[in-house]
């Protein structure tokens, strides 16, 4: 036989003169036709960079497809028995087409050419019109490449999940159904993603993957063109972007990939702060390897940055970035954050802030009203010697070194009123006078209440002269009286007490039932219970359909129903409305009341009977005066003593408060490890996670999901072994650190162990479709503080072998096989690492290569076994895969076997019986593209791995190998069995590649390759 001959003959075409404009109006692509099934007759097939072009054609048209310039692109055409290449280079900035292959193309189309594209009307565009070149041509089919500046098929946006396209009607006035259609690569092929047709001259296709080529083609009504567009979908975002480490002089950051794990590398930009947080200067940096850290060392002392981190996705000269992720950098660290007024008299005010780390502070400086004040090393300065009730502009800034500004905050502060003094009673005519701080200042109110010795506040309310009647005191009672100034209605001064016993008086309280002001005549009764509480409602209150607004109206609507549970008849609670009352900072609510014991209609009580029963239960703070309900207690949301958590709000409940959540916001304490008691934890969506010593935990609220996918939702977690959680408000799971039990995905290094659960929420199979899922990741990571006690043996080298296989005199191919940290394959072992017995070993066996000559060339992996030698014929050997078929029940497959030039699978580890290091073996077979390399295995999994001799005749192939992984039992007590799951350490020791002494058997498998390559060279 005849060797086989790769040598190939290489011409560039001269170039062109192409008047190109801007690169955004104009096209390359590839373009072809024939008529009927010639195609199938010919059995022919066209490649574009070895992706069959066969699916996205159509019969009879002029299909195209645009092609990247700049890049190499490989066009491979099969017709009529021959099969011929050639390598493209398009140049738009040197205005030159490089074409490389055995024939040449041709730049005048034949007179069959010229008939196939009379088919077109004069309103098409035959993308290839400009600069043709002819790659084939008979009266049946071509095969083309060109450009052209009226652009057919344009891309109008996209995003991660969208592409939105739109095209050139032909009759704009008739309405014509086009066909649109989407492809994307599977398996050396476009496949269909999705076809639809439209009357409009554009089409969105949605809920795709991000950072993934498709090729979306459109096919208009009443033309012979079949237009396709090649383009990539934007990445997704990284995720987990963090500061790892800090210090004066340098800092790390890690990240981690996006979430559907593609892109082509990442974009770094650091932005240089100055004290104002005004960037000074940007420093981008791109980063291709797959170590997801970035270092930035050797800054200068008071050095301020932040950082914005993007995924990016590149196809030819085409590169999409995603959103920009922020990080703050060392600048939060220095930032000043709260600044705000803790305390104020008549005369000073006091400013407070928080800084996270004070180590880069050398000193901050306080301005008020532009003035430098002082300099303090705390975080709190006071400003004195202010006039009363005034509004103040302060400055604080963050100073680091000798006068580097490091941050800046303002501030409004104020004083408040000096109080009332001389406080006295007249007891002639029941009044107290006293003389306000300043007679002046008409802004000034003075706020009083009246209580009894005991306590129990029997009035209360604001006053704007400096004097107050208080007729109806009963003679010889002891009554106390406080009185205070408040100025711009919010700032109040010191209370000043009087202490004094009522005179007689004529005048007396009167409690009657309020009546309509336009109709005195009319009861109450058509209104409804009205209760003035002493506070007015905050913005975040004023929705009527806000959750805390709804959780205020419950407890109300609960305490008015508590408060009327005794009255003579069974009473129905429904509030109406809250509203502002006719004074300032007073709420008004308006309940109604309906009789309980009737069911079919809502029968109002009497509200006179109601008023007049509240008022005989005497309750303190409840008073009831002109038919309205007045509750006269302290506004506890406003003490300094209530203290509600992050995210919650507030809201007085009669005598108490309650804590409620913010719109948007979830209480999580109920599904916390232990439950939380008292107030609650309000988490955004409900989401939430704990990482403790046994178990992780993690939950969603349930009406965000709800409302996030619009309809009736079904849940997974993990791989589905264990079920969701729920009660009326949350789905919550609890896992354990057994990544057995639920399917939780670990990740181990040599300091960590990071445990991943993933929830999958769709529509359930009743409900409308939904074409993109939504998935919530929950991650913990844990220290490994066990790897302290491990014992490394060190006098091991991690190897892998390299097999050569001979394909013919003058080529030669390498296999190899890795063992990889995670399922992601992107970091194989190089150092020292401690695993346990659940977990997980990755392999790849890989063919290495640098020659497209060979890239039909298959592998598959036939057998895989360990041995505790370098010995792949080891008489005592564990076999995890026969035949291409696994034997252990812990063995999976990560690619499809047999149909590319690298396979992956994964197993579990385990122990031999000698307790030496573990060595792994695979035989691999080498299949040409025309034999069939997969293997078909219906047979359930043999039994666990065995112990058994090397019986079975070795088939033709080559061996590879890698090792050791060292176990280290290290109980005592109880020696464990061999092939179980233990809390064994297990010491993977990576040094420099050296040799390992593994027998490479011969290799007549590449007969095949050369029969394969030789049929195509005689055809």
Known sequence: ??????????????????????????????????????????????????????????????????????????????????????????????????????????????????????????????????????????????????????????????????????????????????????????????????????IHNHYRFSALDSCSRYVACVEIEETHSFTCLSTITDPDIPQDFEVMSWNSSSISLAWDCPMNRKYSSFLLTTFYLNGTDYVTEEVAVWLNEDSFEFSLSDMPPCTRVTFGLQAVCQAG??????????????????SIKTLHQSSFGPDYYTLSWEVRNTSSISMFRVYHEGALQGTTLTTDYTVGGLLPCHKYQAKVEAVCGYGVLMDTKTATAHTGPRGVSELRYRTNDSTVI??????????????????????????????????????????????????????????????????????????????????????????????????????????????????????????????MQELLKDFDQPVRIELQTFEPADKPDKTEVLFMSFDASNAEEDVALSIEDQLRYIRSLNYKNITVRDGIIYWDGPDLCAS?????????????????????????????????EPPAASHPVCKEKGLFSQCLDKVMTGGIAKPYLTSHIGGK?????????????????????????????????????????????????????????SRRDLKVVWKCVYLRHYVRNAQVSVDMEWLSSITLVEINSSLQLGLIMSLYRDQFYTSSYREAITLGFEDILFFQVALQTNTSFVSDILLQVDSCWATESTDPQDTVKGDLLQDGCPVDNTFHWHSVNGLAQTSRFSVEMFNMPKELPLYFHCLINICGHNEDCTKNCTNPHRTKRSESQMDRKEKQAAVVSAGPLVVNTRVKSIRPSYWAEHMTMIFIVASTIGFLGVTVLSVSAAKAIMTYYEQLRLQ
């Open 713 to 769: 939702i079904e849940l997974k977690l993990n791989d589905g072994r264990c079920t969701v959680n729920e009660n009326d408000m949350m789905y919550y799971f609890r896992t354990s650190r057994k990544s057995f039990e639920c399917g939780t995905e670990k990740q181990v290094n040599k300091t960590h162990i990071k445990f991943q659960n993933t929830l999958t929420v769709t529509l359930s199979k009743e409900q409308t479709i």
């Open 317 to 334: 000269m085409e590169s999409r970035y995603s959103r920009m992720v922020l990080n703050d950098g060392n600048s939060f660290h220095s």
């Open 1 to 198: 036989m005849n060797s086989l001959e790769y040598s190939f003959v290489f011409f560039v075409l001269v170039p062109h003169t192409i008047s190109l404009g801007r690169c955004d109006d104009i096209s390359f692509s590839i373009c072809w036709m024939s008529r009927g099934d010639t195609l199938e007759r010919k059995n022919g097939n066209i490649w574009l960079n070895d992706t069959s072009l066969k699916s996205i054609r159509q019969v009879d048209k002029v299909t195209s497809l645009t092609v990247f310039p700049v890049v190499k692109n490989k066009l491979t055409l099969q017709y009529g028995g021959s099969v011929q290449t050639w390598t493209l280079t398009i140049s738009p900035r040197t205005k030159y087409t490089e074409v490389r292959g055995r024939q040449k193309p041709s730049q005048h189309p034949t007179n069959s050419t010229k008939g196939l594209l009379e088919l077109l009307s004069p309103t098409e565009v035959f993308v290839c019109e400009n600069s043709t070149l002819f790659f084939h041509q008979d009266e049946d089919f071509f095969l083309a490449i060109g450009h052209t500046k009226r652009l057919p098929l344009k891309l109008e946006s996209r995003s991660p999940s969208m592409l939105l396209v739109s095209w050139v009607e032909n009759h704009p006035n008739i309405i014509l159904s086009h066909t649109v259609t989407l492809y994307h690569i599977e398996l050396g092929s476009y496949n269909t993603v999705s076809k639809d047709t439209t």
């Open 640 to 672: 300094k003593q209530t203290v509600c958590p992050h995210n919650s709000l507030c809201i007085n409940t009669l005598g108490s408060y309650s804590c409620v959540c913010h719109h948007g916001f979830y209480d999580v304490s109920s599904v916390m």
């Open 434 to 559: 006293w003389t306000p701080s300043n007679p002046e200042r008409s802004a000034v109110a003075f706020l009083y209440e009246l209580s009894l010795d005991n306590g129990s506040t029997i009035q209360s309310s604001r006053v704007t002269s400096s004097e107050l009647r208080l007729p109806g005191l009963e003679e010889g009672k002891t009554y106390i009286l406080d009185v205070w100034e408040e100025c711009n209605g919010r700032w109040e001064s010191e209370h000043s007490h009087l202490y004094f016993k009522g005179a007689n008086s004529s005048s007396g309280f009167d409690v009657r039932t309020h009546r309509n002001a336009h109709d005195p005549e009319r009861q109450f009764e058509s209104i409804g219970l009205t209760m003035i509480v002493p506070w007015s409602l905050p913005d975040i209150l004023q929705d009527d359909v806000s959750e805390p607004r709804v959780k205020m109206e419950e407890i109300f609507k609960d305490k």
